[in-house]
């Protein structure tokens, strides 16, 4: 775990509020227009894809993103095929993905590959490739996660 | 100058579409139609909600209208705001996909969809910037 204190929190709600007998629960009342967002997508993509339902079965990890121009936030809580999401960073994350806007919709946009990889070599994937680069791109908990990273990738990817 | 959501504003936003190569290329495949909601702002001259529907097909615009909230909701896509939000997205003061994630936009449609698309959503977003816009709150 990179991350074993509190990170940063945004509107943080304690209790678990289950939005029906989906996939996706939202631990908080109000959840954020982006975990709603997040969540939807994530949800939408498992039930359309098998692939990613295995991926999504498997899984279990606790993955914050932070919105760096919007300052928000949200920890994905993969918990063997059932998923929460939180508004904000929650504590005892595994990875933690932090870039702007736009670089997150590229990494919802990255190509899978042979093997489930992501491909970085098109031009979706080179632009977040460069981000890292840069810097503006900024993943914690990467090297020993690299196969969670994948996994998740996998899930979020709509390509 | 168009007045802001009226037929004349929708010719040139569908011109500006369709003007443009990044649009074009980033929207092939596209086939679903987009509905905008102007919900009304009373107090800054903007009496009744308003829609804009937009027929976009691959690339390319084939027609976008004005009319009434009701018809842009029932388009595949909807985007609902009030006023004064379209306004900031207009004056390139909110950026759109960060205003969808905030839920200052608020959408509704298929989300893969529409993250596949988010290249040609923004450059749908900044046609409505590139020409003159009269606001009915700034007469």
Same mark, same amino acid.
């Given at each position: 775990m990179h991350d074993p204190v509190s990170g940063r929190m945004a509107r943080r709600k304690v209790k678990a509020?289950?939005?029906?007998?989906?996939?996706?629960?939202y631990a908080s009342k109000e959840a954020s227009a982006f975990a709603e967002m997040l969540g939807g997508l994530i949800e939408a993509n498992v039930l359309a894809n098998p692939e990613k339902q295995k991926d999504f079965d498997t899984l279990v990890?606790?993955?914050? +993103?932070?919105? *760096?121009? +919007?300052?928000?936030?949200?920890?994905?809580v993969f918990d063997g095929g059932r998923l *929460?999401?939180?508004?904000?960073?929650?504590?005892?994350?595994?990875? *933690? +993905?932090?870039a702007e806007a736009e670089t997150v919709m590229s990494l919802s946009n990255l190509k899978i590959g042979l093997l489930g990889l992501p491909v970085y070599y098109n031009d979706v994937g080179r632009g977040v490739a460069l981000k890292?680069?840069?810097g503006k791109l900024k993943i914690d908990g990467l090297v020993p996660n690299i196969a969670t990273l994948n996994r998740v990738t996998r899930i979020v990817s709509v390509q | 100058m168009a007045k802001f959501a009226s037929d004349e504003w929708a010719t040139l936003v569908k011109d500006e579409v369709n003007k443009s190569s990044v649009y074009k290329s980033a929207a092939k495949g596209w086939k679903w139609t987009v509905g905008l909601v102007i919900e $009304? @702002?009373?107090? %800054?001259?903007?009496?009744?909600s308003r829609g804009v529907v937009m027929d976009l097909f =691959?690339?390319?615009? #084939? =027609?976008? #209208?004005?009319?009434? $909230?009701? =018809?842009?909701? %029932?388009?595949d896509f909807v985007i609902t705001a009030p006023y004064s939000r379209?306004?900031?997205? /207009?004056? %390139?003061?909110? =950026?759109?996909?960060? /205003?969808?994630? &905030?839920?200052?936009? %608020?959408?509704k449609g298929d989300l893969p969809t529409i993250v596949r698309y988010t290249k040609s959503? &923004?450059?749908?977003?900044?046609?409505?910037? #590139?020409?003159?816009? @009269?606001?009915?709150?700034?007469?």
């Open positions: 509020a289950p939005k029906g007998p989906g996939l996706v629960d990890a606790r993955v914050g +993103i932070w919105v *760096t121009d +919007i300052d928000e936030g949200v920890t994905l *929460t999401v939180y508004n904000g960073l929650e504590p005892r994350r595994t990875i *933690t +993905i932090h890292l680069l840069q | $009304a @702002e009373p107090d %800054k001259n903007f009496p009744e =691959d690339g390319e615009a #084939r =027609d976008i #209208r004005v009319g009434p $909230a009701s =018809d842009a909701q %029932k388009c379209w306004k900031q997205v /207009g004056k %390139k003061e909110l =950026d759109a996909t960060k /205003g969808m994630l &905030q839920g200052k936009l %608020k959408l959503s &923004q450059e749908l977003t900044d046609c409505t910037t #590139r020409f003159p816009v @009269e606001w009915p709150d700034e007469k």
